[in-house]
């Protein structure tokens, strides 16, 4: 195993807390997933650490000629897809059972740093957002919904306090011209904040957030995921998530813990669930944060999670989606 994959001068990004889910799932041998190949940090590190055979998924249509470039050989797959619907591709169900599965959840730097895909305010670009390039844009969103849903979606997605005042403030400004530009969103969700300087944050992270999640569907993606996660792996299978915010985490957290029987609730009041019988033992003790020195090299990584677990011989189970916290939103417009 390597001793030190983050340290890879070929790794054609910086992947997230890769020394920790290497570490977490030990020994990496056989064949295994990568959730999100992204710009494939996770397949090379899988494959410099012992992996026989590595599947990448991604549903991102420019994620299969950057695992091109890398000339990964006979030992990689490259599978166009959602992570959530992986089981059931014909490319990869021939491979099952698997031996491990990671997911390094959310946007990759490729996405981020592009201002033509519309994920981020730091470049002006159109409002899309689209990991797919098909489908809703966050433009759609913005200007399609009713202030009741904007504020719901940014609230429930984004945990963001302001949402009401946020989208109000949108409803009243798409009465005149049509939101477009991320820098026009931006712009419209800092006017909500006077003396936003003091947050710390820009204040529109949140309410992006909130948008990209909802035009991908990611929570119930990484839900499907989960479950199709646990289909796979063979007894004594590991798998590793890395998330991003307290949503994800929450999700994740609760899935390996019902299926650990250890009675998820969906909130604190409401009555513990019967206890199950588990599915999955812990390999980590609640969440692994990123080392100080990680978060020095990568500003990004500094909200990162990660929990890994070792799957058992019990059968799978389908998760309940009100148990796991998944918000429950009317559902949004198609216009």
């Not at 031996?99 to 959310?106: F, N, P, Q, S, T």
């Amino acid at each position: 195993m390597a001793t030190d994959p983050n340290s890879s001068p070929s790794l054609p990004h910086t992947p997230v807390m890769l020394h920790e889910v290497l570490k977490a799932v030990s020994p990496v041998r056989g064949t295994w997933l990568d959730g999100t190949f992204g710009g494939g940090g996770y397949t090379i590190g899988l494959l410099k650490g012992g992996a026989d055979h590595v599947l990448g998924i991604d549903c991102d249509p420019e994620a299969e000629a950057r695992a091109s470039a890398l000339n990964l050989g006979c030992g990689f797959t490259f599978v166009h897809g959602k992570f959530g619907d992986f089981d059931s591709l014909e490319e990869i169900s021939r491979f099952l059972p698997l031996d491990g599965v990671v997911l390094d959840l959310g946007v990759s730097s490729m996405q981020i740093d592009r201002a033509e895909r519309g994920f981020s305010f730091s470049n002006d670009g159109p409002l899309d957002m689209r990991m797919r390039k098909k489908g809703r844009t966050a433009a759609d969103i913005v200007n399609g919904e009713s202030e009741e849903s904007l504020a719901e979606l940014i609230f429930s997605f984004g945990q963001e306090r302001a949402a009401k005042r946020i989208a109000r403030r949108i409803a009243n400004v798409r009465r005149t011209a049509p939101i477009e530009t991320t820098r026009q969103l931006a712009d419209i969700v800092k006017s909500c904040f006077p003396g936003y300087q003091r947050i710390g944050k820009h204040p529109a992270t949140r309410s992006f957030l909130a948008l990209r999640i909802a035009v991908n569907d990611e929570l119930e993606q990484l839900v499907r995921g989960l479950e199709a996660a646990e289909r796979a792996l063979r007894p004594d299978g590991r798998i590793a998530i890395v998330s991003f915010h307290s949503g994800e985490d929450r999700i994740v957290k609760r899935f390996l813990k019902g299926a650990n029987g250890a009675g998820a609730r969906a909130n604190r009041h409401s009555p513990p669930k019967a206890v199950e019988t588990p599915r999955f033992d812990e390999i980590t003790r609640g969440a692994v944060r990123p080392s100080p020195e990680e978060v020095g090299r990568n500003p990004r990584a500094r909200s990162a999670r990660l929990r890994a677990a070792r799957r058992n011989s019990v059968p799978p189970a389908k998760a309940r989606r009100l148990d796991l916290g998944l918000p429950v939103l009317e559902k949004l417009g198609s216009s």
